[in-house]
């Protein structure tokens, strides 16, 4: 029985990671619709700006103005201890984002860092926080194309220290009534931006949408590589205390995509597996669009639609938002999340952590991945190696565990040894009608022998320590600190695939290993027998090949060392629990004197 439970666990973890690999790659979800309402929230009114220190670079010729704006193309490079990045004046946007250091200090992806936001692609498909305005495409594309005047910066190259923030005004006009303004207050301590923008038309706002992206995420990935461990850029968005995600497949055409929601937006952004970028309007915004543009292209030799997806999100005529453009880091997205007005509350920036079908169990697994996650990064501090980490935590909780195990184990061997009885009595009753006095006798017993091996009690231990080993999955493939983390020899990497696959393999191995040493009860159909036989060879196999040997090295770790310390565990189990008894031959059909039930003290001492 104990047998069947662990094929059930094994097929449930085919049914959730398939299904989410299906979701991912094949059927991305498009605009879901919510029938909350929520007030729109108040406007944010700008802070004042200390000055930062600028690096002055060489000899800069000087602008000219005029009531047309003849700018000079320029390009502003911003850096601070954290990030670096590119401001155009053509079009006033951000071309280039690359992250180099967590707030805590430690390098990432060094010693370049990793760019999130690529000014080739700026260029060829427009910057971020170029303007989207459907209502005038014309003037759309004349802000866009045009050369911005960089207000009150002579330098082309800015440092901006922790602790200060960094004010880039820029400003545009037609001479012929069209007058437009943006304003970046960049802050050198952390990720996030003060952004706002205003345009005119002879005298009266034009509503604006600002856009993000495209692909923000980390560049280094290939099309090629996306799939259920790694995502593709997608746009993340709250409503209604929920974040709801879309892909470029919502966009059909070349016309972009309008997601409009009878609950207000909160906040809307464009994020991969770790990294984010999202905006925070000053209001509310009623919709949202999203742009995609598909182009083929040949990545290693092969022909691939490669997808330039991009984000447009309303703001208001010159008020603040608020911008985060960093890592899906839980403390970073709590502390930001407070200070941009959005609380702790359900949907806030926390949330674009993607749990994929768990989800729907958030309330469960938020906890529970914070807890896992504080005890890796604890035992992190011994180590020094998050792959040693995963291998003192998977250990920690198995033996955790091991009395749960350890009761499991004991009472599925009390349920094998009394399915000899069980059989019998249901033999006897198939021969026997509805309405003869011994079928209450024969029901009688065999409540009885159910409640003396009951496999729900021998299931309620391993069910508790399903949240628990989910928390652990979870935070092993969407949780930052292990990316690109080293362990051992050729494991240089415990976000990526194990490029040799031992790993995999030797998990497969111990799979089949511990299910041949889980205790189950005989079966008296020989095909039945052979069917759970071959059993303990596929799931393992198919769950191996189809799931785990493209998985990170560091699932595939935690997956590895938890069957081999079941192995162990269940060894131990076998060895000191004996393997069940079958008892007594009981009563012949039509002697009244003898029962087919055991005696309670018989049957315990059959399972040790």
Same mark, same amino acid.
């Given at each position: 029985?104990?047998?069947?439970?662990?094929?059930?666990?094994?097929?449930?973890?085919?049914?959730?990671?398939?299904?989410?690999?299906?979701?991912?790659?094949?059927?991305?979800?498009g605009?879901?619709?919510?029938?909350?309402?929520?007030k729109?929230?108040?406007?944010?009114?700008?802070t004042?700006?200390?000055s930062?220190?600028?690096?002055?670079?060489?000899? +800069?010729?000087?602008?000219?103005?005029?009531?047309?704006?003849?700018?000079?193309?320029?390009?502003?490079?911003?850096?601070?201890?954290?990030w670096?990045?590119k401001?155009?004046?053509?079009?006033? *946007?951000?071309?280039?984002?690359?992250?180099?250091?967590?707030?805590?200090?430690?390098?990432?992806?060094p010693?370049?860092?990793?760019?999130?936001?690529?000014?080739?692609?700026?260029?060829?498909?427009?910057?971020?926080?170029?303007f989207?305005?459907?209502?005038?495409?014309?003037?759309?594309?004349?802000?866009?194309?045009?050369?911005?005047?960089?207000?009150?910066?002579?330098?082309?190259?800015?440092?901006?220290?922790?602790?200060?923030?960094?004010?880039?005004?820029?400003?545009?006009s037609?001479?012929?009534?069209?007058?437009?303004?943006?304003?970046?207050?960049?802050?050198?301590?952390?990720?996030?931006?003060?952004?706002?923008?205003?345009?005119?038309?002879?005298?009266?706002?034009v509503?604006?949408?600002?856009?993000?992206?495209?692909?923000?995420?980390?560049?280094?990935?290939?099309?090629?590589?996306?799939?259920?461990?790694?995502?593709p850029?997608?746009?993340?968005?709250?409503?209604?205390?929920?974040?709801?995600?879309?892909?470029?497949a919502?966009?059909?055409?070349?016309?972009?995509?309008?997601?409009?929601?009878?609950?207000?937006?909160?906040?809307?952004?464009?994020?991969?597996?770790?990294?984010?970028?999202?905006?925070?309007?000053?209001?509310?915004?009623?919709?949202?669009h999203?742009?995609?543009?598909?182009?083929?292209?040949?990545?290693?030799?092969?022909?691939?639609?490669h997808?330039?997806?991009?984000?447009?999100?309303?703001?208001?005529?010159?008020?603040?938002?608020?911008?985060?453009?960093?890592?899906?880091?839980?403390?970073?997205?709590?502390?930001?999340?407070?200070?941009?007005?959005?609380?702790?509350?359900?949907?806030?920036? *926390?949330?674009?952590?993607?749990?994929?079908?768990?989800?729907?169990?958030?309330?469960?697994?938020?906890?529970?991945?914070?807890?896992?996650?504080?005890?890796?990064?604890w035992?992190?501090?011994?180590?020094?190696?998050?792959?040693?980490?995963? *291998? +003192?935590?998977?250990?920690?909780i198995?033996?955790?565990?091991?009395?749960?195990?350890?009761?499991?184990?004991?009472?599925?061997?009390?349920?094998?040894?009394?399915?000899?009885?069980?059989?019998?009595?249901?033999?006897?009753?198939?021969?026997?009608?509805k309405?003869?006095?011994?079928?209450?006798?024969?029901?009688?017993?065999?409540?009885?022998?159910?409640?003396?091996?009951?496999?729900?009690?021998?299931?309620?231990?391993?069910?508790l320590?399903?949240?628990?080993?989910?928390a652990?999955?979870?935070i092993?493939?969407?949780?930052i600190? *292990?990316?690109?983390?080293?362990?051992?020899l050729?494991?240089?990497d415990?976000?990526?695939?194990?490029?040799?696959?031992?790993?995999?393999?030797?998990?497969?191995?111990?799979?089949?290993?511990?299910?041949?040493?889980?205790?189950?009860?005989?079966?008296?159909?020989?095909?039945?027998?052979?069917?759970?036989?071959?059993?303990?060879y596929?799931?393992?196999?198919?769950?191996?090949?189809?799931?785990?040997?493209?998985?990170?090295?560091?699932?595939?770790?935690?997956?590895?060392?938890?069957?081999?310390?079941?192995?162990?565990?269940?060894?131990?189990?076998?060895?000191?629990?004996?393997?069940p +008894?079958?008892?007594a031959?009981?009563?012949?059909?039509?002697?009244?004197?003898?029962s087919?039930?055991?005696?309670?003290?018989?049957?315990?001492?059959?399972?040790?």
């Amino acid at each position: 029985m104990e047998k069947r439970l662990v094929l059930f666990f094994l097929v449930s973890a085919t049914i959730f990671i398939g299904w989410h690999f299906l979701t991912v790659r094949f059927f991305p979800p498009g605009p879901a619709q919510q029938q909350a309402q929520t007030k729109v929230a108040s406007p944010v009114s700008p802070t004042p700006v200390p000055s930062a220190t600028v690096v002055p670079p060489g000899p +800069v010729a000087p602008q000219t103005t005029a009531p047309q704006t003849q700018a000079e193309a320029r390009t502003i490079h911003i850096e601070t201890s954290l990030w670096k990045g590119k401001v155009s004046s053509q079009g006033g *946007v951000l071309t280039e984002w690359t992250m180099t250091r967590f707030t805590d200090g430690k390098l990432i992806d060094p010693p370049n860092g990793v760019n999130l936001l690529s000014e080739k692609n700026s260029q060829e498909f427009g910057g971020t926080l170029r303007f989207y305005i459907p209502a005038d495409v014309g003037l759309e594309k004349e802000l866009n194309s045009a050369r911005w005047e960089v207000k009150d910066l002579p330098q082309n190259q800015v440092r901006i220290p922790e602790g200060q923030r960094q004010e880039i005004r820029l400003a545009y006009s037609n001479g012929s009534g069209v007058e437009a303004t943006k304003t970046l207050i960049f802050d050198g301590s952390g990720y996030d931006i003060s952004y706002t923008a205003e345009v005119k038309k002879n005298g009266q706002p034009v509503p604006i949408q600002a856009v993000i992206g495209p692909n923000f995420g980390d560049q280094s990935i290939k099309p090629t590589e996306y799939g259920v461990y790694k995502t593709p850029p997608r746009i993340s968005y709250s409503l209604g205390g929920k974040v709801k995600r879309d892909y470029a497949a919502s966009v059909k055409g070349s016309e972009p995509h309008r997601v409009e929601q009878p609950v207000p937006i909160a906040w809307a952004g464009m994020d991969d597996g770790y990294f984010a970028m999202a905006l925070v309007p000053a209001a509310k915004a009623k919709d949202i669009h999203l742009i995609n543009v598909r182009r083929n292209e040949k990545i290693d030799g092969k022909d691939v639609e490669h997808n330039y997806l991009s984000l447009a999100v309303p703001i208001v005529n010159g008020q603040v938002s608020h911008i985060y453009a960093g890592p899906k880091d839980i403390p970073t997205l709590a502390r930001v999340s407070e200070e941009f007005g959005l609380g702790n509350q359900d949907g806030n920036l *926390v949330d674009i952590l993607d749990y994929g079908i768990f989800t729907w169990f958030a309330w469960i697994f938020r906890p529970l991945t914070k807890l896992m996650l504080a005890a890796l990064l604890w035992i992190h501090t011994f180590t020094h190696n998050y792959g040693w980490a995963i *291998v +003192v935590l998977t250990v920690a909780i198995n033996m955790l565990f091991f009395p749960l195990r350890w009761k499991s184990s004991v009472t599925m061997k009390k349920a094998a040894a009394l399915q000899p009885q069980m059989k019998e009595l249901q033999e006897k009753m198939k021969k026997l009608k509805k309405d003869d006095p011994q079928m209450l006798e024969l029901q009688r017993q065999q409540l009885e022998l159910m409640k003396q091996g009951n496999i729900l009690t021998g299931c309620l231990p391993l069910l508790l320590q399903m949240p628990f080993f989910t928390a652990i999955y979870l935070i092993l493939t969407v949780s930052i600190e *292990v990316r690109k983390e080293p362990f051992i020899l050729w494991m240089k990497d415990l976000s990526s695939p194990d490029p040799i696959y031992l790993l995999p393999v030797i998990m497969c191995a111990a799979m089949i290993l511990q299910t041949k040493l889980t205790p189950t009860p005989p079966s008296a159909d020989p095909a039945q027998a052979q069917a759970q036989k071959m059993m303990q060879y596929v799931m393992p196999l198919m769950l191996t090949f189809f799931f785990f040997i493209r998985a990170p090295l560091g699932l595939v770790l935690y997956w590895m060392v938890g069957n081999i310390v079941g192995v162990v565990q269940q060894y131990v189990i076998n060895k000191i629990t004996p393997a069940p +008894v079958p008892p007594a031959e009981s009563a012949r059909a039509g002697d009244g004197k003898k029962s087919a039930l055991p005696r309670k003290k018989e049957v315990e001492g059959t399972a040790g």
